[in-house]
């Protein structure tokens, strides 16, 4: 009898769109497919976060900066994980700053366990935050209610369009100070499943992921489906970026990436 999983990720385009192959049912002549059901859950990433203290899914989108808080409780997915080299989350104002300038300021930042607010702490320790959900931070500094913002997925895509300034793009920031990759986010899955349900799906994800690049077009109308504001050609451009290499396995960067970024050495199911 097949085993039954709930698997939860964002509505992002990039999680909506790796995600599409097993929704859809393209892999249902997949054996390694026809082990498991799923149910899947859609909910805002630092929600996501915050239910993975409680176990409360099989299979979780989570940031990586709060695998250190239930590193007992998952595993984190070889497949799945949004990683890119010299880009990343960006700090961006109402009007031109100077990074020193930023401790004058409150940045708006998308939550506490983010991995954005991780490397911005890495970036410029002791900041004054104030959160808020990620996709309210863009319009906020349109509407002049805060003047600096930890902006991450499309809206990074959107901020000069709205007139803002860029003042750091951490991804490029840490490729000048590391020479590494900026990790974000990824796949986990409960420790306490068995071992072969573990690998097993960690496969499954893996040919996930392989798939919805090979048919780019229409995962990027099963991600465009969430609605982010965003048109099919910049939902493909968003996804082309963080859908990539890293995506199908991190390799010996990655994995040493996400080790630095969070002082620890995480354990992975190799998909």
């Given at each position: 009898?097949?085993?039954?999983?709930?698997?939860?990720?964002?509505?992002?385009?990039?999680?909506?769109?790796?995600?599409?192959?097993?929704?859809?049912?393209?892999?249902?002549?997949?054996?390694?497919?026809?082990?498991?059901?799923?149910?899947?859950?859609?909910?805002?990433?630092?929600?996501?976060?915050?239910?993975?203290?409680?176990?409360?899914?099989?299979?979780?989108?989570?940031?990586?900066?709060?695998?250190?808080?239930?590193?007992?409780?998952?595993?984190?997915?070889?497949?799945?994980?949004?990683?890119?080299?010299?880009?990343?989350?960006?700090?961006?104002?109402?009007?031109?700053?100077?990074?020193?300038?930023?401790?004058?300021?409150?940045?708006?930042?998308?939550?506490?366990?983010?991995?954005?607010?991780?490397?911005?702490?890495?970036?410029?320790?002791?900041?004054?935050?104030?959160?808020?959900?990620?996709?309210?931070?863009?319009?906020?500094?349109?509407?002049?209610?805060?003047?600096?913002?930890?902006?991450?997925?499309?809206?990074?895509?959107?901020?000069?369009?709205?007139?803002?300034?860029?003042?750091?793009?951490?991804?490029?920031?840490?490729?000048?100070?590391?020479?590494?990759?900026?990790?974000?986010?990824g796949n986990a899955i409960r420790r306490a499943l068995p071992e072969e349900i573990?690998?097993?799906?960690?496969?499954?994800?893996?040919?996930?992921?392989?798939?919805?690049?090979?048919?780019?077009?229409?995962?990027?109308?099963?991600?465009?489906?969430?609605?982010?504001?965003?048109?099919?050609?910049?939902?493909?451009?968003?996804?082309?970026?963080?859908?990539?290499?890293?995506?199908?396995?991190?390799?010996?960067?990655?994995?040493?990436?996400?080790?630095?970024?969070?002082?620890?050495?995480?354990?992975?199911?190799?998909?």
């Amino acid at each position: 009898m097949p085993t039954h999983l709930v698997i939860a990720h964002s509505p992002d385009s990039d999680d909506a769109y790796m995600m599409a192959p097993l929704a859809l049912g393209w892999m249902d002549q997949d054996s390694d497919r026809q082990a498991f059901t799923f149910d899947f859950v859609r909910l805002d990433i630092e929600k996501l976060n915050q239910h993975s203290f409680e176990e409360r899914y099989d299979i979780s989108a989570i940031s990586f900066g709060v695998y250190p808080h239930v590193q007992h409780q998952y595993d984190l997915l070889t497949a799945g994980s949004s990683i890119q080299e010299g880009t990343g989350p960006l700090i961006v104002s109402r009007v031109p700053l100077l990074p020193e300038q930023l401790s004058t300021h409150t940045v708006a930042i998308p939550g506490m366990h983010t991995s954005a607010y991780l490397s911005m702490q890495k970036y410029h320790p002791h900041l004054k935050v104030q959160v808020m959900a990620f996709d309210q931070i863009l319009p906020s500094l349109e509407r002049g209610e805060v003047q600096v913002g930890l902006l991450i997925h499309e809206s990074q895509l959107m901020y000069q369009e709205k007139g803002l300034h860029l003042v750091a793009d951490l991804g490029q920031w840490w490729k000048q100070q590391f020479n590494l990759p900026l990790p974000m986010g990824g796949n986990a899955i409960r420790r306490a499943l068995p071992e072969e349900i573990k690998l097993t799906f960690a496969r499954c994800m893996k040919k996930s992921v392989i798939m919805a690049r090979e048919r780019h077009w229409e995962s990027v109308d099963y991600a465009q489906s969430f609605g982010r504001g965003m048109d099919r050609e910049m939902v493909s451009r968003y996804v082309t970026a963080w859908v990539n290499n890293f995506t199908v396995d991190p390799g010996i960067r990655g994995r040493l990436a996400v080790n630095h970024l969070l002082d620890l050495e995480a354990i992975w199911i190799q998909g």
